[in-house]
């Protein structure tokens, strides 16, 4: 059975840091073909996809918030990172992380996701 | 970018009656190399992360009724519902995973 969790601050202040940990099982994400991305959604607003990391560290990042976002895997603790640098209020959102196979290209398995507001 | 255009933006069906959702990209999603079109369609309910139901336009997730099918190829596609339950009140996302940035339609809301 595969289950993601995220965890992080549910708070955090303009221009600090948001880190974000997807904590992983039933999958390894040492398998060719798997990846795990990060998703969010503005309360009340449409999905936006942020970043994937696959099975061999090749990692994409939307464009608009490249500059800002770092993907990293921990294979051996079943964890994916997430940093997002200099947050702003409309950052807030409820942050997912999902679970992405080859075969389906697609994300069949989501966390429950978490809110971050970002508020001084 | 690719940008996700979905059809209507809200609508009202009657149980047992069938529903149509369309999404149109701005570019093809069809790679010619397979012939898949990378696009997916998820379901939220209120609370709850999406749920996959179809990928590669018209692959149906495991486990997704049978009512639930996807159409189209290219930059038109379609979800549609033959008999909708009221367990199917919820936002529909298309989502195009062909290239950097994914992204997601607006949503389409599915109400009763």
């Known amino acids: 059975q595969i289950t993601l969790k995220e965890s992080g601050p549910t708070l955090v202040k303009p221009t600090q840091t948001l880190t974000l940990t997807c904590t992983f099982s039933?999958?390894?994400?040492?398998?060719?073909?798997?990846?795990v991305g990060w998703i969010r959604q503005p309360p009340g607003k449409a999905l936006e996809w942020l970043a994937l990391?696959?099975?061999?560290?090749?990692?994409r990042y939307t464009p608009s918030l490249k500059s800002r976002l770092t993907i990293t895997k921990d294979t051996s603790k079943n964890q994916v990172v997430l940093t997002m640098t200099n947050m702003d209020p409309v950052d807030t959102a409820t942050y997912y992380c999902?679970?992405?196979?080859?075969?389906?290209?697609?994300?069949?398995?989501w966390g429950q996701g978490t809110l971050v507001t970002v508020s001084s | 970018d690719i940008v996700m255009t979905q059809s209507p933006d809200s609508l009202a069906v009657s149980l047992g009656e069938r529903a149509t959702i369309n999404c149109k990209s701005s570019?093809?999603?069809?790679?010619?190399?397979?012939?898949?079109?990378?696009l997916a369609w998820y379901q939220q309910k209120p609370g709850q992360p999406p749920k996959l139901l179809i990928y590669?336009?018209?692959t149906r997730e495991s486990g997704v009724p049978d009512r639930f099918s996807g159409s189209g190829s290219g930059t038109d596609f379609t979800l549609t519902i033959s008999s909708l339950q009221a367990e199917d009140v919820a936002v529909y996302y298309c989502?195009?995973?062909?290239?950097?940035?994914?992204?997601f339609g607006q949503g389409a809301r599915l109400e009763l």
């Open positions: 999902a679970h992405r196979t080859y075969d389906s290209g697609s994300y069949a398995y």
């Open positions: 039933g999958f390894s994400l040492s398998t060719s073909g798997v990846g």
């Open positions: 990391i696959f099975w061999d560290d090749d990692k």
């Open positions: 570019q093809s999603v069809l790679y010619s190399s397979n012939n898949k079109n990378y």
């Open positions: 590669w336009a018209s």
């Open positions: 989502h195009q995973y062909y290239s950097i940035p994914y992204t």
